[in-house]
């Protein structure tokens, strides 16, 4: 839906109340920029957005944001929205897709608690920074989802939010070919610009880096191969106080139709309890995973 420039802020400025907006295929001509301000505003989705970019001006009740597949280089920015604590990226990369710097995208932001990370089975567009850059941003992050990463390339890229964010409880990482929802054709493919898979480039800050505060790591889309492994045994060196590793199968489609399994079968469950913050992963606590491979093989 195509609005006049003024559309929207005039449908915000009459509904006083409003607390909920959801944008879907819309913009108020080309290349449009969409300004916000609105004093109940709590939660704000904008789904296949046309907008050049969407400044969140003054939203002072604003909790919660989700943008899927923006069009523009720059989806969006933060001005004043001081009670913003959960924040959803869902876009497909494509070779032309600016890799986002979540130091500049929250530079405004810096208490979001809750991150989601959706890369639609495509290109990563999340470019990894070293910590000095990324923590000043992510200092109060406590859960974070990376979704739809895709298959058969090295995860170890993801360790870089680990190592800017010492709040973090939570990280769940899913990797999914999600088939029927993705351009498989390979003409097609090429013609729009979709990219080939490429492991990400990164390397870790320190050798010595510890986290005292992630307790839960979960993966969907496991497989028993050297880069989940060795994932696997990292993350469990670095979180001093790991509580619970679950590690379960592919995701499943229905309409996919290429998995007669219920969906996300559990595949091993890590339960974790170190003695002291400084003590790392024990060789006792590796067992669970060791006999899971053995079996696996």
Known sequence: MRFGELGIPNILSTCKRLEALRLSYSDAGVCSVLQLEHAQLVELHIDLGKFETVHLNCLPNLQRVNYTCWSYQDPLTFGSVPQLSKLSLENIGISLTKNLQLSELLVNVPWIKDLRLDFKSEKIWVLPECPKLLAP?????????????????????????????????????????????????????????????????????????????????????????????????RVMEVAVNMEE?????????????????????????????????????????????DLYLSQMR
């Not at 309409?255 to 890590?270: E, K, M, P, Q, Y």
């Open 137 to 233: 941003v992510l200092g109060e992050l406590q859960i974070v989802n990376l979704d739809n990463l895709p298959e058969g390339c090295d995860i170890a890229w993801t360790m870089f939010i680990l190592e800017a964010a010492p709040s973090l409880k939570e990280l769940r990482i899913t990797l999914w070919d999600h088939l029927c929802k993705m351009v498989t054709n390979q003409d097609l493919r090429m013609k729009n610009g979709y990219c080939e898979k490429a492991n990400v480039e990164w390397q870790p800050s320190a050798a010595d880096f510890k986290h005292k505060n992630l307790v839960k790591l979960t993966i969907y889309g496991f497989q028993p191969d050297e880069n989940f492994v060795r994932y696997v045994r």
């Open 245 to 289: 590793i679950s590690l379960y199968d592919r995701e499943v489609c229905e309409r996919c139709g290429d998995w007669n399994a219920v969906s996300r079968i559990l595949l091993c469950t890590l339960g974790l309890k170190h003695s002291t913050v400084e003590e790392t992963a024990a060789a006792e606590d590796l067992q669970p995973l």
